[in-house]
């Protein structure tokens, strides 16, 4: 939360409720962090207009079987909860149900594009837990997430763990055109210790490159932007310095050929939406082989 509090806007105010005594889970360490970024960030572009409360809990929860019966895929028993609201708009019933789609994204203005939140089911879900959604326009949101306590006794559950992720001390220039994505690549990079600068604009990103060509050791760059897109900046900047390495995050329905990919000098893909390991191990691989 203390990295958050640099990405959000200074009127948001944070409010922990931390309980002492919670139990402990069996979770990959990067997948939680990832689950709590994705969370943060998104409820924070939600109060982005008018700044607001951004308020996060942990706590035991016992689940009986009438409780359990209420959510999909758990059974009864004791659970560490995860409470992210915020006071921001809210949503509609209609995009309550679609939040978690992959590429699902409000993209208005203020509200938060839910973009990331189809990551943080599949990595609640495989950890054996939920997640759930309380929200109504102009009244904020509330995701609950639950993930079961490990009981005395009681082997633990297999959770796929990736072996340790090299990190490292590179700058990156990060471009998206959306700022809620731009936060948590931002966020997700600086975790593995790398040094970040991020814009919102290809031109801008262009222009800063054109003016500093030898500050960065990698550049991540969205394919779909206005003005100028991914593979057109991945030109431009390859104009400027032919060695540098450059990624495209695409979405599945803007794959480009390997052929293309390696004759414009682009040394590898992200896709999105964006996980920490996934994106850690291409940007690792990238700068080693460069």
Not at 103 to 109: A, G, I, L, P, W
Not at 124 to 133: D, E, L
Request: with cysteine.
């Amino acid at each position: 939360l203390k990295l958050l509090r640099s990405t959000l806007p200074s009127d948001i105010e944070i409010k922990e409720d931390i309980a002492k005594d919670v139990g402990i889970i069996s979770a990959d360490p990067t997948q939680m962090h990832q689950v709590v970024m994705n969370l943060c960030i998104n409820a924070g572009h939600a109060m982005q207009k008018e700044g607001g409360v951004l308020a996060v809990g942990l706590a035991n929860v016992e689940l009986d079987d009438i409780a359990a019966a209420q959510y999909l895929d758990i059974d009864a028993g004791t659970y560490l909860r995860l409470t992210v609201s915020d006071t921001g708009y809210g949503m509609t019933s209609d995009v309550k149900d679609r939040i978690f789609e992959p590429y699902f994204t409000t993209k208005e203005k203020g509200v938060g594009t839910g973009m990331g939140l189809s990551v943080v089911n599949g990595i609640v879900n495989s950890h054996g837990g939920t997640i759930t959604i309380e929200s109504e326009p102009g009244k904020g949101s509330t995701f609950h997430v639950y993930i079961p306590l490990i009981q005395e006794g009681v082997i633990k559950p297999e959770i796929d763990i990736d072996a340790p992720i090299s990190i490292g001390n590179e700058r990156i220039l990060f471009i998206d055109d959306e700022l809620a994505l731009v936060d948590i690549g931002k966020e997700m990079l600086k975790h593995f210790g790398y040094e970040v600068t991020s814009r919102t604009s290809s031109i801008e990103a262009l222009e800063l490159f054109r003016t500093k060509p030898d500050r960065f050791d990698l550049v991540i760059t969205d394919m779909t932007m206005p003005n100028m897109t991914g593979d057109k900046l991945a030109k431009e900047l390859i104009k400027i310095r032919p060695d540098i390495p450059i990624i495209i995050c695409t979405g599945f329905s803007e794959r480009i050929s390997e052929e293309k990919a390696k004759g414009m000098g682009i040394k590898a893909f992200a896709m999105k939406p964006l996980v920490m390991q996934d994106l850690a191990k291409t940007v690792r691989k990238v700068l080693d082989e460069n």
